[in-house]
């Protein structure tokens, strides 16, 4: 998402498909996009960065807004996740991403107009078709999962989560446990807070996203800046460093767990790759948890309009 929007003045677009074939040559094999990001420009770029190893790798991408007239850099109109917006919109990620096939296409939000087991069997539809291969949630409620599992089954939700929003611990992962459905949580290292990178002094460009979000406000940053200094602690003992750390808590908790941090940069890319070979052994774990555990997250993790958009 990056690579093209919401995080202030995108990179060159051909520096970005560089780094993401760099990506593929360090051993990752999951790329996760959609339309709405840009709109429609990162699509475009992870299709053109992916097309000369399409079959080493599996791309997920959404669908969910309505995007009729919308121009790169504006705002959906909406959600729209009719059936004949879903078609549409698959044959237009399959043409952006130079690919005959969504490895897994997901709702990118639920939208509260159209019944999700309407959606699920459109899905369905496009997987009989071979247009895609399975199907995933975003930020959808225990019952909305349910819902739409009986009718396909869902392969994967992805939810923020991380080590400073960890309100999935309560119902939706017991689910996917329950269900045996995979968990790909956005967001893993806070949106670049839990780097130690960030603190009350920065300042967010006014096309970064983060200054609308609560939770970074400057005396919010202040105060969260103590799950940082947990991570800090930590990663001196394991000579890593705090993005790592994050990264390798949620590893931790599931195999089914697959984390998706994002960048821009080639050095940051090494750093998180390399989470994956750091262990943090249940002495390390109970630290982190016993720690956390005294410490409140503050502030909310979207704005009021974006909040009403997840599915409870």
């Known amino acids: ?6 995080y202030g003045t995108p990179p060159p677009v051909p520096e970005m498909v560089k780094l993401i074939r760099a990506t593929v040559d360090r051993g990752v094999t999951f790329f996760d996009t959609a339309q709405v990001y840009g709109p429609f420009i ?7 960065a992916l097309e000369p190893v399409r079959d080493r790798v599996v791309i997920a991408t959404k669908f969910g807004w309505d995007l009729a007239g919308v121009q ?21 990620s399959l043409r952006r991403l130079r690919t005959d096939y969504i490895d897994l296409l997901y709702q990118h939000r639920v939208d509260p107009n159209v019944p999700i087991e309407d959606v699920a069997g459109t899905v369905k539809e496009l997987i009989a078709a071979g247009k895609v291969r399975h199907f995933g949630l975003s930020e959808a409620g225990v019952q909305t999962i349910r819902r739409a599992h ?25 689910t996917l446990a329950e269900l045996e459905i995979g968990f790909v949580p956005f967001s893993p290292l806070g949106k670049g807070f839990l780097t130690g990178k960030i603190d009350e ?5 006014d096309d970064d996203f983060r200054k609308t979000v609560p939770r970074f406000d400057a005396e919010n940053r202040k105060a969260n800046r103590a799950f940082v200094e947990l991570l800090e602690r930590i990663a001196a003992e394991k000579r890593a460093t705090p993005a790592q750390v994050a990264l390798a808590w949620i590893l931790a908790q599931s195999l089914s767990f697959v984390p998706i941090p994002g960048t821009t940069k080639v050095a940051r890319m090494e750093e998180n790759t390399a989470a ?21 997250a503050q502030g909310a993790r979207y704005s009021e309009a ?7």
């Not at 998402?1 to 919401?6: I, K, L």
């Not at 990162?42 to 053109?48: A, D, K, M, S, T």
């Not at 396909?152 to 611990?169: D, F, G, I, K």
């Open 201 to 205: 002094s920065t300042e967010f460009s």
């Open 42 to 48: 990162n699509e475009e770029l992870v299709g053109e």
């Open 72 to 92: 790169v850099g504006e705002r959906a109109k909406g959600l729209d996740s009719r059936p004949e917006t879903i078609r549409s919109s698959v044959d237009d």
């Open 306 to 312: 974006n909040q009403r958009m997840i599915d409870r």
């Open 276 to 296: 994956a070979d750091l262990e943090l052994t249940n002495e390390d774990l109970f630290e982190i948890e016993e720690a956390a555990s005294r410490i409140s």
């Open 1 to 6: 998402m990056g690579m093209s929007f919401s």
């Open 150 to 174: 009986a009718v396909q089954p869902v392969t994967a939700l992805q939810s923020e989560y991380s080590l400073w929003w960890r309100e999935p611990e309560e119902a939706i992962i017991p």
